[in-house]
């Protein structure tokens, strides 16, 4: 029997944070080889320091005059990305910043798979849905990437002028009865302006934000408020502590209230199992539960390189299920053709949708009209319920 009543925490980091700046960066080449052809290979690495980037990885594009155009494009995507997050300090600006690009060919022996329809390499991936919040996901994440979106809003808006890109946010909530009832703590750090600006300074910016988002009543007079407990946090961003990408993998999924298969998402095109499998697995893992096959549900899949389907299907309801597990099991393997191409095409995965999910979040997030976040739709309840 799982516990019921427990704290339990998850953080947040912001766009401008140093490995969200490179996450955005890889995804936002993806999104540009993709926007050229939609079969686009792409496997890119950012890293970020005092003001330089370097970019590295695996691309294949069909034309080969097309791909070396788009090699000489790459630097400009790099500023677009850093002066969109917002960053003109003396020592991380988009203008100033060095580039190093290093993004070569495909390997052909990758290739050789992957164009069989393939994975694109061996791995676990992980889905999760429950129901804590309307978007169906663990409320301390949820919130935690609310609250960082929020304070985005108002900095890029010119409503606060004094707050800077790089922040953290961490959430701890108490559960009764398995149900989220009570922020025990809230822990924020945001880069700003000036050393002027003390502790208590920033609290009065952040807090009615962070008030607004928080569901009424969560913040109680227990309620612990850490905003920038160190003090000062005027250097941030990569100047502050270098970046890379793939570094926030729990950041980017459930907040650790899920297991994860280890696997990063940004800079990888759909191929790759590691982002397409882990959104198809939170896709039917949604679905499960807006069905309501079960309260809560963890689904794994895997695969191997080279092969198209999957080696293996688990689901775990947590003891929240209407139906035997293994009956789940056969019924989202009936609903949803899970080779790399099933998901890619059920999901529309081939097009430029990445670099918004690159910071607050891969999931929890609603479906746009160009079709980004297209694995949070709960279209599949009708056959979900037929199957079992």
């Given at each position: 029997?799982?516990?019921?009543?427990?704290?339990?925490?998850?953080?947040?980091?912001?766009?401008?944070?140093?490995?969200?700046?490179?996450?955005?960066?890889?995804?936002?080449?993806?999104?540009?080889?993709?926007?050229?052809?939609?079969?686009?290979?792409?496997?890119?690495?950012?890293?970020?320091?005092?003001?330089?980037?370097?970019?590295?990885?695996?691309?294949?594009?069909?034309?080969?005059?097309?791909?070396?155009?788009?090699?000489?494009?790459?630097?400009?995507?790099?500023?677009?990305?850093?002066?969109?997050?917002?960053?003109?300090?003396?020592?991380?600006?988009?203008?100033?910043?060095?580039?190093?690009n290093y993004l070569h060919k495909q390997s052909a022996h990758i290739a050789q798979g992957v164009d069989?329809?393939?994975?694109?390499?061996?791995?676990?991936?992980?889905?999760?849905?429950?129901?804590?919040?309307?978007?169906?996901?663990?409320?301390?994440?949820?919130?935690?990437?609310?609250?960082?979106?929020?304070?985005?809003?108002?900095?890029?808006?010119?409503?606060?002028?004094?707050?800077?890109?790089?922040?953290?946010?961490?959430?701890?909530?108490?559960?009764?009865?398995?149900?989220?009832?009570?922020?025990?703590?809230?822990?924020?750090?945001?880069?700003?302006?000036?050393?002027?600006?003390?502790?208590?300074?920033?609290?009065?910016?952040?807090?009615?934000?962070?008030?607004?988002?928080?569901?009424?009543?969560?913040?109680?007079?227990?309620?612990?408020?850490?905003?920038?407990?160190?003090?000062?946090?005027?250097?941030?961003?990569?100047?502050?502590?270098?970046?890379?990408?793939?570094?926030?993998i729990i950041v980017d999924t459930y907040g650790g209230a899920a297991p994860h298969g280890g696997g990063?998402?940004?800079?990888?095109?759909?191929?790759?199992?590691?982002?397409?499998?882990?959104?198809?697995?939170?896709?039917?893992?949604?679905?499960?539960?807006?069905?309501?096959?079960?309260?809560?549900?963890?689904?794994?899949?895997?695969?191997?390189?080279?092969?198209?389907?999957?080696?293996?299907?688990?689901?775990?309801?947590?003891?929240?299920?209407?139906?035997?597990?293994?009956?789940?099991?056969?019924?989202?393997?009936?609903?949803?053709?899970?080779?790399?191409?099933?998901?890619?095409?059920?999901?529309?995965?081939?097009?430029?949708?990445?670099?918004?999910?690159?910071?607050?979040?891969?999931?929890?997030?609603?479906?746009?009209?160009?079709?980004?976040?297209?694995?949070?739709?709960?279209?599949?309840?009708?056959?979900?319920?037929?199957?079992?």
């Amino acid at each position: 029997m799982s516990r019921k009543d427990y704290v339990f925490t998850s953080e947040s980091v912001s766009e401008g944070h140093p490995d969200k700046v490179c996450d955005r960066i890889s995804d936002a080449i993806l999104d540009a080889f993709l926007k050229v052809e939609p079969n686009a290979r792409v496997a890119c690495e950012t890293f970020a320091t005092t003001n330089r980037v370097v970019v590295g990885g695996e691309v294949g594009l069909s034309d080969q005059d097309k791909l070396k155009s788009m090699m000489d494009g790459v630097d400009q995507i790099v500023r677009d990305c850093v002066r969109d997050i917002g960053y003109e300090q003396d020592e991380f600006h988009w203008k100033t910043l060095k580039l190093k690009n290093y993004l070569h060919k495909q390997s052909a022996h990758i290739a050789q798979g992957v164009d069989k329809d393939g994975a694109g390499d061996q791995g676990i991936m992980f889905g999760y849905a429950c129901r804590e919040t309307p978007e169906l996901m663990p409320a301390p994440i949820q919130y935690a990437h609310a609250i960082l979106r929020r304070l985005a809003e108002v900095r890029k808006s010119g409503q606060e002028p004094t707050l800077r890109p790089d922040a953290k946010s961490q959430l701890s909530l108490r559960y009764v009865d398995g149900k989220p009832v009570e922020v025990t703590s809230i822990v924020l750090s945001t880069q700003h302006e000036s050393e002027d600006q003390t502790s208590a300074d920033i609290r009065a910016i952040v807090e009615p934000y962070i008030r607004d988002v928080l569901p009424q009543g969560w913040i109680t007079d227990k309620t612990e408020w850490w905003v920038n407990p160190t003090g000062t946090f005027v250097i941030g961003g990569p100047d502050g502590d270098a970046g890379l990408t793939g570094r926030k993998i729990i950041v980017d999924t459930y907040g650790g209230a899920a297991p994860h298969g280890g696997g990063a998402f940004s800079g990888k095109d759909p191929t790759k199992v590691d982002r397409s499998a882990a959104y198809a697995a939170r896709y039917l893992a949604k679905n499960v539960v807006a069905a309501g096959l079960a309260d809560r549900c963890t689904l794994q899949l895997s695969y191997a390189i080279g092969v198209a389907r999957p080696l293996s299907i688990y689901i775990d309801t947590h003891g929240t299920g209407q139906v035997a597990e293994s009956a789940i099991e056969r019924a989202v393997a009936e609903c949803m053709d899970l080779t790399p191409r099933g998901i890619r095409e059920h999901l529309n995965l081939n097009r430029p949708i990445y670099a918004r999910t690159a910071a607050y979040g891969h999931f929890g997030r609603a479906p746009d009209a160009e079709g980004g976040f297209s694995w949070e739709r709960t279209d599949l309840i009708d056959a979900l319920k037929k199957a079992v």
